[in-house]
């Protein structure tokens, strides 16, 4: 435990790891996150050619946006959905528009995917279809969506055992749907948190690829060696160091990312179901529900890949080798995956941060051993598996190198 | 307590680094001199167990020492030559940290830290980190890590290099007073640490105990052999050609020469009293 603690205060005590920490700070919870809400996500839009461009009144403007959303009911139905549209439609005529983040931007997402006959192609603007839909027509919202359900499955080639799995899932969404401003919960679950596995991979790849290679650089192992406990006590403090950096700068990010979400979007609308986002969602889950699983994802995933990390460490004696690797195995998936067959792609997704916590929204599976698993269930578990696997492996190796 | 060294090699492709060199070392001060590439550091990292013998064997009372394993770590102490340390700790937590790694218990290693940086002259640098301590502060801080689990086994791999001259005096008093019934093994460059402190000297060349002794029975070698030669000033040098010189002292306009060779180099050369430092040259002389 006291080498522990010193081998984590010894991580701490670098320069290079402070930066990092800051810098992936800086950018995920302030640019991301505060910055985000304040200003280029969420500040209305005055100059249109960027997000930059927008004014600096983001947390006015949320909780305009959660006050018009709530003007609608709390559930969504056809009637609420004929509303929205009729007052946008209403709006516009007088030279009113809504901004992006509006309940409108959810409402167009809607038409698209329930009521595509309804496009106008002869229109100036026919992907902008609240702006000329008949309201009236817009019926039979729940109806519409199982049918466009189980249209997108079969094109998916998602029949059989498969489909019938699926379906089965989405027959525990509860309808109506509770409703509430969507667009807050959209940017947390469809974009900052995926990023999150994304930003924090390639911060655990330079702080952590240096875990044993970095030994070399310092040219202490004659003194390892020769310790009571030597390489190996070493090697069980620098693992568990490792795991709690990454636990640790989870915990950070997590925490910021909390914190500044419940300051601009507070709790409202948590307990929304995720098919608000994506209509063809299929699991029965709420937003506190899939935060709570996009965070989980974040963090097994980052516990996984510092596993991962400190292996690849332990195979050179090169810190900017280790780096390289350990780069490779975040974004390398993602460079192979398109030159691979759909199995192997759905296979690399598995590998730690590598996959996508979005996966909540979709309906992928995996085939294995006859059965089909919903992809969310094994994302969040092969990932950590494959990080713990790793770590006798980081061990062992070393403390041979070392000796050799 | 025993130290045994039984034909102890080690190979590196075709180069010979130690060649089947046997000691039985007990209580007391070692110290290993050699020229450059003599092999002595090879011979104390196989002595440290960190380094695989080619052939041989070393026994620590009786049983082989890799064979031992943890056992014989906790009783041994090592500062390697390039000694590595971590530049962002202090002094005391780097130490606190080997001590972790010796698998001293924490109030025990405070302890110890506590006394090893008083006796070292370190008290005031605990707390400051180790990239900004001078070579001299950073060698202390590396024998103080060596002797955290009091050891019974002390290798020293140039202890004294970095130190000022009232470091190494100061060094040397510790050693000699550490000792006692420990076996203190150190390799040095300096002749004069070791004539200091040394109860027995090892003398290495091309990976082999060439001379071993006491001081007085190695100096004893040289007698005889050491001469002093008052020439003119322009001549010095050319007797530097071909004898080795241990010493010139200019007294006016001429110089006396401190000479080694077997025989009497000239008629005027008196023969003087002989130093450890003279034994050396005599066997280093053409290397050193």
Request: charged content about 20%; overall charge negative; proline content about 4%.
């Amino acid at each position: 435990m006291e080498l522990f603690r010193l081998e984590h205060r010894k991580l701490w005590r670098k320069a290079s790891v402070r930066v990092c920490v800051l810098l992936c700070f800086a950018y995920l919870v302030v640019f991301g996150g505060v910055l985000s809400y304040q200003w280029f996500e969420f500040g209305s839009a005055d100059d249109v050619t960027s997000a930059f461009g927008n004014n600096f009144d983001g947390y006015a403007m949320i909780r305009a946006y959660q006050a018009r959303a709530d003007s609608y009911g709390a559930y969504l139905t056809d009637e609420s959905l004929q509303r929205m549209v009729r007052d946008i439609q209403a709006d516009n005529a007088r030279g009113i528009r809504w901004e992006n983040k509006d309940v409108r931007s959810t409402v167009n997402s809607y038409l698209w995917q329930l009521y595509p006959e309804l496009e106008q192609t002869d229109n100036a603007y026919p992907i902008l279809m609240e702006y000329y839909v008949d309201s009236s027509e817009l019926t039979g919202l729940y109806q519409r969506r199982q049918a466009a359900l189980e249209d997108f499955l079969r094109s998916q080639g998602q029949t059989g055992g498969e489909g019938a799995m699926l379906l089965d899932m989405n027959d525990k969404v509860q309808e109506p749907f509770r409703y509430g401003w969507v667009c807050g919960w959209q940017h947390v679950l469809g974009s900052y948190l995926p990023d999150l596995g994304v930003v924090m991979a390639v911060f655990l790849a330079i702080v952590l690829g240096p875990t044993f290679s970095g030994e070399w650089r310092s040219n202490t192992a004659p003194l390892l060696l020769t310790t009571q406990g030597g390489w190996r006590h070493l090697a069980r403090a620098k693992i568990l160091c490792g795991l709690a950096f990454a636990a640790e700068l989870f915990a950070l990010l997590a925490a910021g990312g909390v914190a500044s979400q419940l300051v601009y979007l507070g709790t409202a609308g948590w307990d929304m179901p995720i098919q608000t986002v994506k209509m063809l969602a299929v699991a029965p889950m709420n937003m506190l529900q899939a935060e709570i699983y996009e965070y989980a994802f974040a963090l097994l995933g980052a516990v996984g890949f510092a596993g991962v990390v400190m292996l690849l460490s332990a195979l050179v004696k090169s810190n900017v080798l280790a780096l390289l690797l350990s780069l490779a195995a975040a974004w390398g998936p993602a460079v192979v995956a398109q030159y691979l067959p759909y199995g192997l792609q759905k296979a690399l997704d598995l590998l730690p941060l590598a996959g996508s916590a979005a996966d909540i929204f979709r309906t992928n599976t995996f085939h294995i051993f006859g059965e089909y698993i919903w992809s969310p269930y094994l994302l969040i578990t092969v990932p950590i598996l494959t990080g713990l696997a790793c770590l006798p492996f980081a061990a062992a190796r070393w403390c041979r190198r070392q000796r050799a | 307590m025993e130290l045994s060294i039984d034909r102890l090699t080690k190979h590196y492709g075709s180069k010979i680094a130690v060649d089947c060199v046997s000691a039985e070392l007990t209580a007391g001060v070692y110290g290993l001199l050699g020229a450059n590439g003599a092999g002595k550091t090879t011979l104390m990292r196989m002595l440290c167990a960190i380094l695989e013998s080619t052939s041989g064997e070393v026994f620590f009372n009786g049983e082989e020492v890799t064979g031992m394993g943890a056992a014989y770590r906790d009783v041994l102490g090592y500062l390697p030559q390039d000694f590595g340390y971590y530049p962002n700790y202090t002094a005391g937590e780097f130490l606190a940290y080997i001590a972790a790694l010796k698998g001293i218990p924490r109030p025990i290693a405070q302890r110890r830290i506590r006394q090893l940086l008083s006796a070292l002259g370190l008290q005031d640098a605990a707390g400051k980190r180790m990239r900004t301590f001078s070579g001299g502060m950073k060698q202390r801080v590396g024998i103080a890590q060596a002797l955290l689990n009091d050891p019974q086994v002390l290798i020293l791999d140039e202890p004294t290099a970095g130190l000022d001259p009232k470091e190494r005096v100061h060094l040397r008093n510790l050693l000699a007073d550490y000792a006692g019934d420990r076996i203190v093994i150190l390799s040095t460059h300096i002749v004069s640490d070791v004539e200091a402190i040394a109860d027995q000297v090892l003398l290495m060349r091309n990976g082999r105990f060439i001379l071993r002794g006491t001081v007085p029975e190695l100096v004893r070698q040289a007698e005889g052999k050491v001469w002093e030669l008052t020439v003119p000033e322009g001549q010095a040098r050319e007797w530097e050609d071909h004898f080795t010189v241990a010493n010139f002292r200019h007294e006016g306009d001429r110089v006396v020469l401190r000479i080694i060779s077997e025989g009497r180099p000239a008629e005027q050369a008196v023969p003087c009293r002989a130093t450890m430092e003279d034994l050396y040259l005599c066997y280093f002389g053409q290397e050193a």
